[in-house]
């Protein structure tokens, strides 16, 4: 026994304490024990995994019986094997710096023991799904990481959009968890387990499917999961939205970790499809239309944060390619790195929206460079690593799922590495524009303080050298090694394609900044379509919102509810009401009345007992 | 007892009083004819329990009259004192004209 459950345990003892107790209590207090309880939990995880390494097989834990069906047990079990391991380490760290940066960013927000409180519960919820040892303890942790990033969404929820957004998140997340949850009612009813270890065993003696199976349809329903936790087509669009929560919120759930559920639960779930090749199949083309749509997407945002948050849908889109073309260990590397330089990326987002006093608006930005330097360089570190410049983490991942997209289907890596050279564009157009020239804002930049930028330091190193973790190694075990040989021309054309991007957004924005004007202008229509994100959220509105709204009011409001039911009701009181009235007539205050209504009554029962042969 | 009167004369005596007594009491207006129709079907009652006492050869019969007599008297006392209440506010004993609480 590691006392594994002791990893999730202490952050949901932050968020008691901080939840039931924090109104009362100093800041210094909340964030300490905020803070403390995310560092117990890290330092705990490492500890589980040091004792527990090498960790060849799964080390199960179970705690009690949950559920108990006949001859099917669910307990409450939770697991710690390599894959776990790896995401263990990155949410409980990656969790930990963001929860030191949020000291800073939130210090002056009223709701700031609230705050932590849902950061720690969706640390626990999220340690939940990691560690959790079968399909409905993970189930568990995945609804509880939805309402904690609903809760955060949703966080200034006096805005209307906040809320807007948190019920967006919530609502799609709802149609991607009806595709899990179906899913897993189709492994229990197949393998009555739903234990990880136990499925996976019988999957084992399945035969790969040609046309569609059991198998296919189970993965299909978990990637329709997973395509909404993680933002994938055609549910990606809850995401972009999200960022109206705070940023530090945007950096640790809708970039570093809970959006990855999806590629975790897509890896965890490889034995099933693996024998389910059409699955995977479309795990990596909706991967990569997912990267490449909302690249193009992301070149023409003018929210800081927005940029970032089409960049990261992109991101997943290649973690799924890369599980989708079978290189699983290179998507879940790719996770690892895209965890540091996308936290990184959002937390000095948040950092230039500090200094600037809530600005988001790269047109109002600029020449910061001076004012924020610390800043501008830990962005910098980001931006080369997610643009893949050679030797930083970014580089190392990416390359990998490219290479591995290659060898599945050339036209693939070719649509990857042009993704990955707007990926470049993109995010240095970002910096470009906040970074170079002239301010172009009326606020006071001020560099944020050092609770701050020393968790964009550490996350900045990462970013460079992240890469050099051997995550794939570490893997191995758990996954089918990519029997993808090094390729140095493939290397070469996605590096190519990085540099490319970024000499473009330099050219563009530093070199000749009025030309991307003159583009827009000149591809009007083009541009004005990507601005619109390609209209999809008009297009869900009128073909799923307006009909579901409408038929709501006409048929279950105006005809369900005020008609059938309301007139139920109605019409047992009107009925009520007529016997009433009916009866009201007997009771006519005459005496004599009533003696006569005795009399007949007497003389009825002396009748009826005449009739039946009187008192026996 | 020889030629002693047979049970169902009583019983026909005691409807015939109580069927008087219904009918005065639905029919007649005035209040003091109304409450002697209610003592007379009081009455008809105790002469079948009586009858019943008698023939049954049970005392039963008669300690139930003896309590219908004694709640009677009561009720006598108390409806003469209303009756004469209602005499001295309204100056009139017919039924109809004291239903003061109707409407």
């Given at each position: 026994m590691q006392h594994l459950w002791l990893i999730p345990v202490f952050p949901l003892a932050g968020f008691l304490v901080n939840g039931i107790a924090g109104r009362r209590l100093p800041k210094a207090a909340i964030h300490l024990i905020a803070v403390a309880t995310v560092a117990l939990s890290f330092a705990w995880a490492v500890k589980s995994i040091a004792a527990l390494?090498?960790?060849?097989a799964a080390h199960v834990e179970r705690y009690f019986d949950w559920i108990r069906v006949g001859d099917m047990r669910i307990g409450c079990d939770f697991a710690v094997d390599r894959l776990s391991a790896v995401m263990l380490m990155v949410v409980t760290g990656v969790g930990l710096l963001i929860h030191i940066y949020s000291i800073g960013y939130m210090?002056?927000?009223?709701g700031y023991a609230r705050f932590f409180a849902y950061l720690n519960l969706f640390m626990f919820f999220m340690l939940t799904l990691v560690m959790g040892a079968n399909y409905l303890i993970m189930f568990v942790g995945w609804e509880g990481v939805g309402l904690c990033s609903y809760l955060l969404i949703g966080f200034?929820?006096?805005k209307k959009s906040a809320t807007n957004a948190g019920n967006k998140a919530f609502i799609v997340n709802r149609i991607g968890d009806f595709g899990f949850s179906l899913a897993v009612f189709l492994i229990m009813l197949n393998f009555?387990?739903?234990d990880f270890g136990g499925v996976f065993a019988q999957v084992a003696n399945w035969p790969v499917e040609a046309s569609v199976g059991t198998l296919t349809i189970v993965g299909l329903l978990l990637m329709l999961g997973a395509t909404g936790k993680s933002a994938q087509?055609?549910?990606?669009?809850w995401l972009p939205d999200a960022?109206?929560?705070?940023t530090p919120v945007s950096a640790l759930?809708?970039?570093?970790t809970m959006v990855t559920a999806g590629v975790y639960m897509v890896a965890r779930s490889s034995a099933i499809y693996l024998k389910a090749p059409m699955a995977l199949e479309m795990v990596a083309v909706i991967g990569l239309a997912t990267a490449f749509f909302s690249a193009t997407i992301g070149?023409?945002?003018?929210?800081i944060k927005k940029v970032f948050a089409y960049s990261t849908v992109s991101q997943l889109g290649y973690m799924f390619l890369g599980l989708g073309t079978g290189a699983f260990a290179a998507g879940i590397f790719h996770l690892v790195t895209h965890a540091f330089f996308k936290a990184l990326l959002f937390l000095g987002a948040g950092s230039v929206i500090h200094a600037l006093s809530g600005e988001q608006d790269l047109r109002k930005m600029g020449g910061l460079m001076k004012k924020t330097p610390v800043t501008f360089v830990v962005l910098l570190c980001a931006s080369v690593s997610i643009a893949g410049v050679?030797?930083?983490?970014g580089f190392f991942s990416k390359d990998e799922i490219l290479v591995s997209a290659y060898h599945h289907a050339p036209w693939m890596f070719w649509l990857g590495a042009v993704t990955a050279g707007m990926t470049a564009f993109y995010v240095f157009r970002a910096l470009f524009l906040a970074?170079?020239?002239?301010?172009?804002?009326?606020a006071h930049p001020h560099e944020s303080p050092a609770v701050m930028t020393a968790p964009l330091a550490v996350l900045a190193l990462l970013s460079l050298?992240?890469?050099?973790?051997p995550v794939p190694k570490f893997l191995e075990p758990m996954f089918p090694v990519a029997e993808a040989p090094e390729n140095f021309s493939l290397v070469a054309i996605s590096v190519a394609m990085g540099l490319g991007g970024i000499f473009l957004a330099w050219f563009f924005y530093?070199?000749?900044?009025?030309?991307p004007g003159k583009l827009a202008e000149s591809f009007g229509a083009l541009y004005r379509l990507m601005y619109d994100k390609y209209r999809i959220d008009e297009l869900y509105n009128a073909v799923v919102v307006k009909p579901l709204v409408e038929g709501s009011r006409a048929?279950?409001?105006?005809?369900?509810?005020?008609?059938l039911i309301d007139g139920t009701v109605n019409g047992v009181g009107a009925q009520v009401r007529g016997i009433g009235g009916v009866l009201r007539?007997?009771?006519?205050?005459?005496i004599r009345s009533y003696a006569t209504w005795v009399l007949l009554g007497s003389v009825g029962v002396l009748i009826a007992l005449g009739l039946a042969g009187g008192v026996k | 007892m020889p030629n002693a009167v047979p049970l169902s004369w009583y019983l026909i005596l005691s409807a015939v009083l109580f069927a008087l007594g219904v009918a005065g009491f639905l029919f007649r207006r005035n209040i003091i004819t109304v409450f002697m129709s209610i003592e007379l079907m009081l009455n008809a009652v105790n002469l079948t329990f009586i009858a019943f006492s008698n023939f049954l050869k049970q005392v039963d019969g008669q300690i139930f009259t003896f309590f219908v007599m004694v709640v009677a008297a009561a009720e006598a006392a108390v409806g003469l004192a209303i009756i004469l209440t209602v005499f001295k506010n309204r100056a009139t004993l017919q039924i109809d004209e004291v239903a003061s609480m109707k409407n």
């Amino acid at each position: 026994m590691q006392h594994l459950w002791l990893i999730p345990v202490f952050p949901l003892a932050g968020f008691l304490v901080n939840g039931i107790a924090g109104r009362r209590l100093p800041k210094a207090a909340i964030h300490l024990i905020a803070v403390a309880t995310v560092a117990l939990s890290f330092a705990w995880a490492v500890k589980s995994i040091a004792a527990l390494m090498p960790l060849e097989a799964a080390h199960v834990e179970r705690y009690f019986d949950w559920i108990r069906v006949g001859d099917m047990r669910i307990g409450c079990d939770f697991a710690v094997d390599r894959l776990s391991a790896v995401m263990l380490m990155v949410v409980t760290g990656v969790g930990l710096l963001i929860h030191i940066y949020s000291i800073g960013y939130m210090a002056h927000d009223h709701g700031y023991a609230r705050f932590f409180a849902y950061l720690n519960l969706f640390m626990f919820f999220m340690l939940t799904l990691v560690m959790g040892a079968n399909y409905l303890i993970m189930f568990v942790g995945w609804e509880g990481v939805g309402l904690c990033s609903y809760l955060l969404i949703g966080f200034w929820f006096l805005k209307k959009s906040a809320t807007n957004a948190g019920n967006k998140a919530f609502i799609v997340n709802r149609i991607g968890d009806f595709g899990f949850s179906l899913a897993v009612f189709l492994i229990m009813l197949n393998f009555h387990t739903l234990d990880f270890g136990g499925v996976f065993a019988q999957v084992a003696n399945w035969p790969v499917e040609a046309s569609v199976g059991t198998l296919t349809i189970v993965g299909l329903l978990l990637m329709l999961g997973a395509t909404g936790k993680s933002a994938q087509i055609p549910l990606y669009v809850w995401l972009p939205d999200a960022m109206e929560g705070p940023t530090p919120v945007s950096a640790l759930i809708h970039a570093a970790t809970m959006v990855t559920a999806g590629v975790y639960m897509v890896a965890r779930s490889s034995a099933i499809y693996l024998k389910a090749p059409m699955a995977l199949e479309m795990v990596a083309v909706i991967g990569l239309a997912t990267a490449f749509f909302s690249a193009t997407i992301g070149l023409v945002q003018n929210d800081i944060k927005k940029v970032f948050a089409y960049s990261t849908v992109s991101q997943l889109g290649y973690m799924f390619l890369g599980l989708g073309t079978g290189a699983f260990a290179a998507g879940i590397f790719h996770l690892v790195t895209h965890a540091f330089f996308k936290a990184l990326l959002f937390l000095g987002a948040g950092s230039v929206i500090h200094a600037l006093s809530g600005e988001q608006d790269l047109r109002k930005m600029g020449g910061l460079m001076k004012k924020t330097p610390v800043t501008f360089v830990v962005l910098l570190c980001a931006s080369v690593s997610i643009a893949g410049v050679p030797f930083t983490a970014g580089f190392f991942s990416k390359d990998e799922i490219l290479v591995s997209a290659y060898h599945h289907a050339p036209w693939m890596f070719w649509l990857g590495a042009v993704t990955a050279g707007m990926t470049a564009f993109y995010v240095f157009r970002a910096l470009f524009l906040a970074f170079f020239g002239k301010y172009r804002g009326d606020a006071h930049p001020h560099e944020s303080p050092a609770v701050m930028t020393a968790p964009l330091a550490v996350l900045a190193l990462l970013s460079l050298a992240g890469g050099f973790i051997p995550v794939p190694k570490f893997l191995e075990p758990m996954f089918p090694v990519a029997e993808a040989p090094e390729n140095f021309s493939l290397v070469a054309i996605s590096v190519a394609m990085g540099l490319g991007g970024i000499f473009l957004a330099w050219f563009f924005y530093v070199a000749k900044p009025e030309l991307p004007g003159k583009l827009a202008e000149s591809f009007g229509a083009l541009y004005r379509l990507m601005y619109d994100k390609y209209r999809i959220d008009e297009l869900y509105n009128a073909v799923v919102v307006k009909p579901l709204v409408e038929g709501s009011r006409a048929v279950l409001w105006k005809g369900v509810d005020a008609g059938l039911i309301d007139g139920t009701v109605n019409g047992v009181g009107a009925q009520v009401r007529g016997i009433g009235g009916v009866l009201r007539l007997l009771q006519s205050g005459n005496i004599r009345s009533y003696a006569t209504w005795v009399l007949l009554g007497s003389v009825g029962v002396l009748i009826a007992l005449g009739l039946a042969g009187g008192v026996k | 007892m020889p030629n002693a009167v047979p049970l169902s004369w009583y019983l026909i005596l005691s409807a015939v009083l109580f069927a008087l007594g219904v009918a005065g009491f639905l029919f007649r207006r005035n209040i003091i004819t109304v409450f002697m129709s209610i003592e007379l079907m009081l009455n008809a009652v105790n002469l079948t329990f009586i009858a019943f006492s008698n023939f049954l050869k049970q005392v039963d019969g008669q300690i139930f009259t003896f309590f219908v007599m004694v709640v009677a008297a009561a009720e006598a006392a108390v409806g003469l004192a209303i009756i004469l209440t209602v005499f001295k506010n309204r100056a009139t004993l017919q039924i109809d004209e004291v239903a003061s609480m109707k409407n």
